[in-house]
């Protein structure tokens, strides 16, 4: 059988829980449909002279933002969660995964990549299509680093 060399995004997990929860009392959310993780750095000029006429950059602070889309199902308990941080200005703890974690809450699943920390709610649009259910798109904005997953583990 072939090795798989690639990752399918019906595989991979976001997981929720509250802000400041350890990885383990996370739980997945299965109210989420598609997931962007955007990870950049800001920039600093770091050009000198000597550098023949061409401008120098250098990566300066980090920053994360984690964009998805759920039903908007108030009686789902992880929507219930993202709305009342939108609502109230409170974190909620995310971890979005190329994988699973395993069962006892510690990614050490093989290939299973991803951030997690705490993130505010900056954006929750209701969408109303005419023939679709009504959604929520999320903007998530990392807050609070707790750390890297790499490789099913808690990178250093």
Do not use: H
């Not at 299965?30 to 550098?51: P, Q, S």
């Not at 109303?128 to 583990?153: C, D």
């Amino acid at each position: 059988m072939p090795t798989q060399t690639f990752l399918l995004g019906m595989n991979a997990k976001i997981y929720r829980g509250a802000e400041g929860a350890i990885l383990a009392d996370l739980t997945e959310m299965g109210n989420v449909k598609d997931v962007t993780v955007t990870m950049e750095a800001g920039e600093a000029d770091v050009t000198t002279r000597a550098n023949s006429g061409w401008r120098a950059t250098a990566p300066t602070l980090r920053e994360c933002t984690v964009e998805f889309e759920m039903l908007w199902k108030p009686s789902d308990e992880a929507f219930a969660a993202i709305y009342a941080a939108f609502l109230t200005g409170g974190l909620v703890r995310l971890a979005p995964l190329t994988g699973a974690k395993s069962a006892d809450g510690v990614a050490q699943v093989a290939g299973s990549d991803g951030i997690w920390g705490d993130f505010a709610i900056t954006n929750c649009t209701r969408n109303e299509p005419l023939e679709e259910g009504v959604t929520a798109s999320v903007t998530a904005k990392l807050s609070i680093f707790a750390g890297l997953i790499e490789n099913g583990l808690e990178a250093a």
